[in-house]
């Protein structure tokens, strides 16, 4: 959940890779060995086509899997860990491994423990929300709302950044694309990556597309063409005529 600004990075966090518990049922009996070797299989890029109750075009796409392993297993049920690609649907998988094994299988539970960098560690319920609101708005509290809330910039993490200076920040919060000159400090990237930019203080001013490799920045001219700007217009000194 974003507010104000944060919402607008949120189509980028949930483009990041994610992890799932599952639980998937077979419909017969099968020998664990047997199974653990047809899950094994699924590491690495795979070919997948959306099932027919999703809200995607159902063409045939490639997903990797970053990792899948048996956590558990009691009769015909077998929890899975599984780390993937976004987009990737469990249930399919689950569905695949049944038809491999040839006793057919389907999803029986699922539940996303990771988002990108968001974990269940960070997570609170409505429930807790609604206090942390009520303490605010009628007490003048607002520890709990402290506690719940974090700062948009790390919504950012995970993706490389770069510091520019003050003067530069004006022109970005216009839209302007940013040039090499107004470039302090940055991570490694490569062209086509998408990337962070934050002021001197660490606030989050945009999010653009890099224009070249960060080992091959130009003295001058274009280095990231924004694409979303996340910081308010005239919250830095104009250093730029329109």
Not at 5 to 15: E, G, Q, R, S
Request: proline share 4%; charged share 30%; aromatic share 6%.
């Amino acid at each position: 959940m974003g507010l104000e600004n944060a919402t607008k990075i949120l189509p980028y966090t949930t483009k990041a890779g994610k992890d799932y518990m599952c639980v998937m049922e077979l419909h017969s009996d099968v020998e664990k060995e047997k199974v653990a070797e047809v899950v094994n299989q699924f590491k690495g890029k795979i070919y997948q086509r959306p099932p027919v109750r999703s809200s995607v075009k159902r063409r045939l796409r490639v997903k990797k899997i970053h990792d899948i392993e048996i956590v558990d297993s009691e009769g015909r049920l077998y929890l899975l860990k599984i780390s993937s690609d976004p987009g990737t649907y469990m249930r399919k998988i689950c569905h695949d491994i049944g038809i491999i094994l040839g006793c057919g299988a389907h999803m029986r539970e699922l539940r996303r423990i990771k988002s990108g960098i968001f974990t269940e560690d960070n997570l609170v319920t409505l429930q807790e929300v609604s206090e942390a609101l009520y303490m605010w708005k009628n007490c003048k509290d607002e520890t709990d709302l402290r506690k719940i809330l974090m700062p948009m910039e790390i919504g950012l993490c995970g993706i490389p950044k770069i510091i520019i200076d003050d003067n530069t920040v004006d022109a970005i919060s216009y839209g302007a694309p940013l040039n090499s000159p107004g470039i302090v400090a940055y991570q490694n990237f490569r062209k086509g990556d998408m990337v962070g930019i934050l002021t001197l203080k660490g606030e989050a001013v945009s999010i653009g597309i890099a224009k070249v490799d960060s080992d091959k920045i130009p003295d001058r001219g274009e280095v990231i063409s924004t694409k979303r700007v996340l910081i308010q217009r005239d919250l830095y000194p104009k250093a730029w005529k329109k």
